[in-house]
């Protein structure tokens, strides 16, 4: 089995192979998270860090410790900005660690790299068996995992809803409408088609021919005589 600081070693050169450094707090999750999905393939963690429940999760002196070797021995900070890390810091791996640590490191690294920060934090501080269980400032126990020789899903993908279906009757009633609308757009269209025909454009100038105006009627109007209107008045029954 190989020591805790070899296997942070290791780590350590996987992030910076992926162009990544991590922070303190990350890195300390990231050595967590090899010990418990080792314990998935293996019932036991890839190191013997003693894993507490602190402040931000699962932490442990023995994890500063690796990461206080890492820093002095490869001569760079925590602190330090990603880029001149990645450039310029090159480790050199003590040992090879076996295929399932391995490949758990590379896993973990591809999934956390290009989160921010607080994502792997908040993974798991509320999605690992150990924090679930536990209390605060108490041991981890990782006899709480299941050995089910499968990484877990660190990002499970998003269930799709289930289909909306509606009630019978509802659905009757909207099928019946949607014929309703389907018949009387029938209809418009032969309307329409209809009035693009030679027969409705003469009937319409029959029509038009038709309700033209007629010869105006002749004058009613009349003239009395002054004799006449002498008269109005003066007859006698």
């Given amino acids: 089995m190989p020591s805790r600081q070899e296997i942070a070693t290791v780590l350590f050169a ?36 003693p894993w507490i429940f602190y402040h931000y999760g699962p932490w442990s002196p023995a994890a500063e410790e690796c990461m206080a070797d890492l820093a002095t021995d490869y001569g760079f900070s925590w602190r330090e900005e990603e880029a001149p890390v990645v450039r310029f810091v090159r480790v050199e791996e003590p040992v090879r660690l076996d295929l399932t640590t391995e490949s758990i490191i590379k ?10 920060p607080m994502v792997v ?17 108490a041991p981890l126990d990782f006899a709480t995992i299941p050995v089910d020789q499968a990484m877990p899903e660190f990002f499970p993908a998003r269930v799709k ?25 029938q209809q418009s269209e032969e309307r329409q088609r209809f009035r693009e ?12 021919a038709e309700t033209q105006p007629g010869e105006p009627l002749p004058s009613m109007r009349g003239r009395l005589t002054r ?10 029954a």
């Fill in 121 to 137: 934090v908040e993974y798991t501080y509320s999605q690992t068996e150990p924090m679930l269980h536990a209390q605060r400032g």
């Fill in 14 to 49: 996987r992030c910076l192979e992926h162009d990544h450094k991590p922070g303190k707090v990350q890195f300390t999750k990231y050595l967590y998270l090899v010990d418990y999905c080792h314990w998935h393939f293996k019932g036991r963690p890839a190191s013997d860090i």
């Fill in 197 to 208: 025909t030679a027969d409705y454009r003469t009937a319409l100038e029959l029509l038009s």
């Fill in 161 to 185: 809803p289930a289909a909306f279906t509606l009630a019978p009757q509802v659905q009757s009633r909207m099928n019946a409408m949607r014929a309703k609308a389907g018949k009387l757009r």
């Fill in 227 to 236: 004799d006449v209107i002498d008269d109005l008045g003066t007859s006698t």
């Fill in 107 to 116: 896993r973990i690294i591809s999934a956390f790299k290009d989160r921010e």
